[in-house]
Each structure stands twice: as structure tokens, then as C-alpha cells.
């Protein structure tokens, strides 16, 4: 049965570090195009970054670009997300999402429909 748990969140101040991890089983992150989402109270849930298999890269939203990082850890079969600076906006349900096909290409990468499965989410909250 393929699973994905993520980890991580919790409270931290303005400026603060956070590292986030989603635990996959049942699958091979190796295989897998893995994206993170986030969802603040009242809004749509909203792409944050995925990785993209086919061409190698990593793909950012622009609110976070240079903050945050995401990465792959195969000999743990999971993926990590790396947030610095982090700001109030950042307040959210974190989530990691993971489909076989090559989804995280412009046209796609957005679209919470273009993912197969889904973790729980982790609440990330940014306050003093």
C-alpha cells in the first residue's frame, strides 16, 4: 500500500528553520514525480515546489524561492523541504503529494489533480 507521512512542522518565530520530511512507502522516490502543497485556513491549497525526474530539477513557487529547498533522501526513501526565513505567510498545513507520471512541468506542476496520493499534512505555524 503506498503511504506517504510527513513530519516536522510545528511553531517557530519570524526568521526561524523548520525542516519538514515526507516518509514514503509502498513506492520508490526515485520513480515518483514528489511535490509539496500548503494550505492556509480559508485558502486553496497552494504548490510550493516538486521535483521534476525527467528533467533532473527541482521547481520552486516564487514566494519561496531562496528560502526554502527541497531535496530527495534515497537511502530513506523520502523527501525533504528545507524552510529558512520563514515568514507569518508561511502559516500552513504542509503537505506531500506524489504521482509516476512527469507532472511537475509548468503546465501541471500547480494542479492538485495532477498527484495520485497524498500525506496527512504537518502544521507549520510562523508567530512570535
Known amino acids: 500500500q503506498l503511504q506517504l507521512v510527513e513530519s516536522g512542522g510545528g511553531l517557530v518565530q519570524p526568521g526561524g528553520t523548520l525542516r519538514l520530511s515526507c516518509a514514503a512507502s509502498?513506492?520508490?522516490?526515485?520513480?515518483?514525480?514528489i511535490a509539496w502543497f500548503r494550505q492556509a485556513p480559508g485558502k486553496e491549497r497552494e504548490w510550493v515546489s516538486c521535483?521534476?525526474?525527467?528533467?533532473?530539477?527541482?521547481e520552486y513557487t516564487e514566494s519561496v524561492k531562496g528560502r526554502f529547498t527541497m531535496s530527495r533522501d534515497f537511502a530513506r526513501n523520502r523527501v525533504t523541504l528545507e524552510m529558512k526565513s520563514l515568514r507569518p505567510e508561511d502559516t500552513a498545513v504542509y503537505y506531500c503529494?506524489?504521482?509516476?507520471?512527469?507532472?511537475?512541468?509548468?503546465?501541471?506542476?500547480?494542479?492538485?489533480?495532477?498527484?495520485?496520493?497524498w500525506g496527512q499534512g504537518t502544521q507549520v505555524t510562523v508567530s512570535s
Open positions: 521535483v521534476d525526474l525527467a528533467a533532473g530539477t527541482l
Open positions: 509502498g513506492f520508490s522516490v526515485p520513480y515518483y514525480d
Open positions: 503529494a506524489a504521482t509516476p507520471r512527469r507532472v511537475c512541468i509548468v503546465t501541471t506542476r500547480e494542479n492538485t489533480r495532477s498527484y495520485d496520493y
